[in-house]
């Protein structure tokens, strides 16, 4: 069973940055897609940017050009760069497999106002 841990959250004025870490127990990490999801309030959980085995990016067009997702196998982490937030980025943003495991970690919070 893997086991997931974000942190990395917090409050940002718009136009900010934040970087979210994800450590997973677990060998099979280097052998999945990794994904970054958010969940706003009252909102779908939603998949806003992946990274293939190897390196391969995807990303929402919402935050195409705005965010970085990297991982470091060695250390079965995976990372989310977040520039120039806006509001509209404001969620409990999540990491975990493409498709997603079972088990959900529990989170870190992002929150973007002035």
């Known amino acids: 069973q893997v086991e997931l841990v974000e942190s990395g959250g917090g409050w940002v004025q718009p136009g900010g940055s934040l970087r979210l870490s994800c450590a997973a127990s677990?060998?099979?990490?280097?052998?999945?897609?990794m994904g970054w999801y958010r969940q706003a309030p009252g909102k779908q959980r939603e998949l806003v940017a992946a990274?293939?085995?190897?390196?391969?990016?995807n990303y929402a067009d919402s935050v195409k050009g705005r965010f970085t997702i990297s991982r470091y196998s060695a250390k079965n982490t995976v990372y989310l760069q977040m520039n120039s937030l806006k509001s509209e980025d404001t969620a409990v943003y999540y990491c975990?497999?493409?498709?997603?495991?079972?088990?959900w970690g529990q989170g870190t919070q992002v929150t973007v106002s002035s």
């Open positions: 975990n497999a493409r498709p997603p495991w079972p088990n």
């Open positions: 990274i293939s085995t190897y390196g391969t990016t």
């Open positions: 677990g060998s099979i990490f280097s052998r999945n897609v």
